[in-house]
């Protein structure tokens, strides 16, 4: 039948994914470059000088958004995860599996901007306070997944134990959010909310979210490939990748 | 414009190491990030080739 | 299911019996780890006693880490775990069994071990009964995480060292509250706090860490 969400599930198959990724991919690298040099030229040069931390400031264009991506790439990739798991959907696995090291990258990005925000800001490279400390245990997290799932051959049983993993840890993801609220800490607070006014100038938190886009479809475009590096490698006896392959020279 | 010359720009009011230190890295991770995949993806296309018999330009 | 949780653990218990030499090798990795310290530190009063909390802490993390590693290997090796997996009864019973059996082989035994610990490393009383208090609301807390931890690493090769680098992000609450706490009784300042969210982690833990656990079971043995 030709049901709405019978064709809604037809794009859950690894071909019809990988048909559809593949016309999509290069319109996110478009649209990353575009919005990354857009966020970047306000950014840089609209953007006023602040006046207690001069320019160096501006390293906020790159930490809010890698960290903002950081904690909700692992949401996301523990939630295809468990869907995967439920419902036994071998791309759902793959989709999280994908996910895992851009995750990953964006913790660490987010961790390096912050320690290179804070040496001129705070005096220290780094400190042990609960917003850096759990941003960091993010970063394991990511790392124990990968870890995870690549130490178990059976690629059932890794997509699994890895979703079961996933799941577990991000009651962390929350943990970071609310962790500036619990404790003292040298973090400057929360300066975006959805109901009180930004503590910034308009042009900062315009560029700051134009970032956080251009990260988006950055993150779009990498996982979407590593996701069809997936596909084939694990689908590559199926009668639709021979058809694919067919006339490739052999290396 | 926020910048008098290119010098001053690249000085960052003096933050120049920070924030050319922040950004210098993301610039590299997040060219060597694609390019890696695209490695990974095309070495799959290529050991699929290899496990399915039927090309024509296999020897 | 209580007859199962039941006959695992004492099962567990009487294994362990049988191989006391085995059974203590926790505690005594804890001693001589905590041992160390001082060595590669130095010496000095003042600043050992300011060490002190987050030590004994990390050392009870590791030694815990260590042990549970096995927890699950033996039963699978000898086919017992697949029968006890079999069981009408849910998994759960026995992921609450083990984890159980850990704490009373692994935890206890350092809970027991750390007034010596004080003692090495000049605590105060009340420094000393913070830190016995919040070691005995955490290693339960570690045992659950660590089954947990073990079931999902099941019969890998790397496993120990995987099963250290899944489960220690998760214990770091645990940590940063007992040791808080300790440092916040030293300071002079309440710990009612700490101790609250430790007694909240336990509880949260104690309820879904065994139901997880029992998941990873299923997970890594069909």
């Known amino acids: 039948m030709?049901?709405?969400?019978?064709?809604?599930?037809?794009?859950?198959?690894?071909?019809?994914?990988?048909?559809?990724?593949?016309w999509l991919v290069p319109w996110f690298w478009a649209a990353t470059i575009l919005l990354t040099a857009a966020g970047l030229y306000i950014g840089f040069f609209v953007a006023p000088t602040d006046a207690t931390q001069g320019d160096s400031y501006r390293i906020i264009f790159l930490h809010v958004p890698a960290a903002w991506m950081s904690?909700?790439?692992?949401?996301?990739?523990?939630?295809?995860?468990?869907?995967g798991w439920a419902f036994n959907a071998r791309l759902s696995s793959m989709v999280a599996r994908a996910i895992a090291p851009t995750g990953a990258m964006f913790t660490f990005l987010a961790l390096w901007s912050g320690a290179f925000w804070g040496k001129p800001t705070w005096g220290a490279w780094w400190v042990w306070d609960a917003r850096l400390t759990s941003e960091?245990?993010?970063?394991?997290?990511?790392?124990?997944y990968i870890a995870l799932v690549n130490a178990i051959d059976d690629v059932r049983r890794a997509d699994q134990a890895g979703a079961l993993l996933a799941l577990v840890g991000s009651v962390n993801v929350p943990i970071i959010y609310f962790?500036?609220?619990?404790?003292?800490?040298?973090?400057?607070g929360a300066t975006v909310s959805m109901t009180a006014a930004p503590k910034m100038a308009s042009t900062m938190l315009t560029a700051m979210l134009i970032m956080s886009f251009a990260f988006w479809a950055y993150a779009f475009a990498v996982v979407f490939t590593r996701t069809r590096a997936i596909v084939i490698e694990r689908e590559a006896h199926a009668g639709w990748v021979a058809e694919?392959?067919?006339g490739r020279m052999q290396a | 414009m926020n910048w008098g010359s290119a010098a001053a720009f690249f000085e960052m009011g003096g933050y120049g190491l920070y924030v050319w230190g922040s950004y210098g890295v993301a610039v590299l991770l997040m060219a060597v990030e694609p390019v890696l995949v695209r490695r990974r993806h095309q070495r799959a296309l290529r050991d699929a080739a290899r496990m399915n018999p039927g090309s024509e330009t296999q020897s | 299911m209580r007859d199962l949780f039941l006959a695992v653990l004492l099962r567990d218990l009487k294994l362990a019996s049988r191989r006391r030499i085995d059974s203590l090798l926790p505690v005594v990795?804890?001693?001589v780890a905590l041992s160390l310290f001082p060595l590669g530190v130095g010496p000095e009063p003042q600043m050992l006693r300011d060490i002190a909390p987050g030590i004994v802490w990390v050392c009870a993390l590791l030694a815990s880490m260590l042990s549970v590693g096995s927890l699950f290997a033996g039963d699978l090796a000898d086919g017992s775990l697949e029968q006890l997996l079999l069981a009408p009864q849910p998994a759960i019973a026995v992921a609450a069994a083990k984890s159980v059996a850990h704490w009373l082989l692994t935890g206890l035994p350092l809970i027991v071990a750390t007034p010596l610990v004080g003692l090495l490393f000049g605590m105060s009383m009340p420094a000393l009964l913070a830190l016995v208090a919040g070691?005995?609301?955490?290693?339960?807390?570690?045992?659950?995480?660590g089954a947990l931890g073990a079931a999902l690493t099941l019969g890998l090769r790397s496993g120990g060292m995987l099963l250290i680098l899944i489960v220690l992000p998760l214990t770091t609450p645990a940590l940063i509250f007992g040791a808080g706490a300790v440092s916040n009784v030293e300071a002079g300042l309440p710990a009612g706090g700490h101790f609250s969210l430790l007694g909240a982690l336990l509880l949260a833990t104690a309820l879904g860490a065994p139901v997880a656990t029992a998941a990873a079971l299923r997970i890594s043995t069909e």
């Not at chain 3, 070691?135 to 995480?145: C, D, E, K, M």
């Open chain 1, 2 to 22: 030709n049901s709405p969400s019978l064709r809604l599930y037809t794009f859950a198959a690894p071909s019809r994914f990988y048909q559809l990724s593949g």
């Open chain 1, 71 to 83: 904690m909700v790439l692992y949401v996301v990739m523990a939630f295809w995860a468990g869907i």
């Open chain 1, 136 to 144: 960091l245990i993010l970063l394991f997290l990511y790392l124990g």
């Open chain 1, 179 to 188: 962790s500036v609220k619990w404790w003292n800490t040298l973090h400057q």
């Open chain 1, 244 to 246: 694919l392959t067919r």
């Open chain 3, 29 to 31: 990795f804890f001693i």
């Open chain 3, 135 to 145: 070691l005995l609301l955490g290693t339960p807390i570690l045992s659950l995480l």
